[in-house]
């Protein structure tokens, strides 16, 4: 099959710019089954939808598939009516979280979208060519929500990937010259700064995040190293660990770092933690692996609207963790939420009083967005 993968939307905002690392995880497993992927990574050239729309029009693919996200849903919307007007050879296929999510309210309201895979589709999307490929019955690919006439039908979920290391390394190949333009970076790094998933899901339950597959599974740590040896060849120095929560498994993240150490890739890195998961010499082991910098998902510094998401730590876990880090030499990246139920200029002052007393680095303050499968009210409310 002729697939076209394309990353739509524009990543670049004030903390940076990713390759589209898991879209390039779908086109690694489709091309390694032996369909002819082409991806589009809408940075690479500041395209329009009209760009997109001509872009597709000349590789005329049989399918093309698009990430969706519920902050972009009406870009999505605007684009797959525009791709599937006037009945095109191709059929499109959303995937990602939030047609994950809510995979008939998706269909329904883009009528141009002819299949959804929800979950993670590193399989199932070698499932669903396979199965157009041969003329089967779409009833058998798992995790697939899709039209027959004017009913949508959504096939049993897809097992959880349980063998990370099975899965082929992101095809960051087929970025064309995106990647040596420099056009992906990230706010602290210097020069094109590459991001890497080495574990996927979180073991917590935060009232507010929204996860494809919550299940936490983690790569070996040979199957890490071999995708940073890879980064490293292609000239990239700056990594960020973009697990939804990189130090969750002390003993792993140690072990990680000193193989990291024992290598000497020469690399700088950036990780996700949690202020109840790092201490000293996790620090100083992270540290002298190259760690830069630690993006602390503080969410807020009152511990009432900490306790309403479920966060599950203290507004004093956080302090001493964030002047731990400091101290350790590593920088302090803060996310923060604003606008939680229960926010009131107190808590709000509160989380200002926080961030003014620790200092951190940088902190990015988001205001809530109410996402599907998120708890709409604080627990206890
Ligand atoms: S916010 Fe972070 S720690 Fe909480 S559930 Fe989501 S990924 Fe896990």
């Not at 899965?167 to 990647?179: E, S, W």
């Not at 602390?296 to 309403?308: F, H, R, T, V």
């Not at 590593?330 to 002052?349: N, S």
Request: glycine share 8%; aromatic share 6%.
């Amino acid at each position: 099959m002729q697939v076209a993968l394309i990353y739509p939307y524009p990543k670049s905002s004030l903390i940076g710019c990713n390759p589209p690392v898991s879209l390039l995880y779908l086109a690694a497993a489709a091309r390694d089954a032996g369909h002819e992927v082409t991806v589009l990574d809408v940075d690479e050239h500041s395209f329009s939808r009209d760009d997109i729309a001509r872009w597709v029009g000349n590789h005329k693919p049989q399918i093309i598939g698009i990430p969706s996200f519920a902050n972009n849903l009406t870009f999505t919307y605007r684009l797959v009516n525009k791709l599937s007007d006037g009945k095109p050879p191709w059929k499109i296929l959303l995937g990602g979280p939030h047609p994950t999510a809510v995979p008939e309210e998706v269909m329904r309201k883009i009528p141009g979208c002819d299949m959804v895979l929800r979950g993670e589709a590193d399989r199932s999307i070698v499932e669903l060519l396979n199965c157009m490929e041969k003329g089967g019955e779409l009833d058998e690919v798992k995790g697939l929500s899709f039209r027959r006439g004017d009913k949508i039908t959504h096939n049993p979920d897809a097992p959880v990937l349980e063998e990370l290391d099975a899965l082929p390394l992101p095809a960051r190949d087929m970025l064309g010259k995106a990647y040596g333009r420099g056009i992906y970076w990230r706010l602290g790094h210097r020069g094109t700064t590459d991001i890497i998933i080495t574990s996927r899901g979180c073991p917590y339950n935060c009232n507010f995040c929204s996860k494809v597959c919550p299940v936490f599974r983690m790569r070996s740590l040979e199957n890490v190293m071999e995708e940073l040896k890879a980064i490293r060849s292609m000239g990239t120095r700056n990594v960020h660990f973009m697990d939804d929560l990189f130090v969750s498994d002390r003993e792993r993240c140690i072990a990680i770092s000193r193989m990291i150490r024992d290598e000497k890739l020469g690399m700088r890195f950036k990780v996700r933690g949690r202020v109840n998961t790092v201490d000293e010499e996790l620090l100083a082991e992270l540290k002298a692996a190259g760690t830069k910098a630690i993006v602390y998902g503080l969410e807020s510094g009152s511990q009432k609207i900490l306790d309403a998401m479920n966060k599950r730590t203290t507004v004093e876990m956080a302090r001493k963790a964030i002047l731990a880090t400091k101290r350790s030499g590593i920088e302090v990246y803060l996310d923060c939420i604003i606008g939680y139920p229960g926010e009131t200029e107190e808590t709000i002052a509160e989380t200002e009083k926080f961030i003014l007393d620790v200092k951190p680095t940088a902190v990015a303050l988001e205001v809530l967005y109410p996402l599907p499968t998120t708890k709409p009210k604080p627990t206890g409310h």
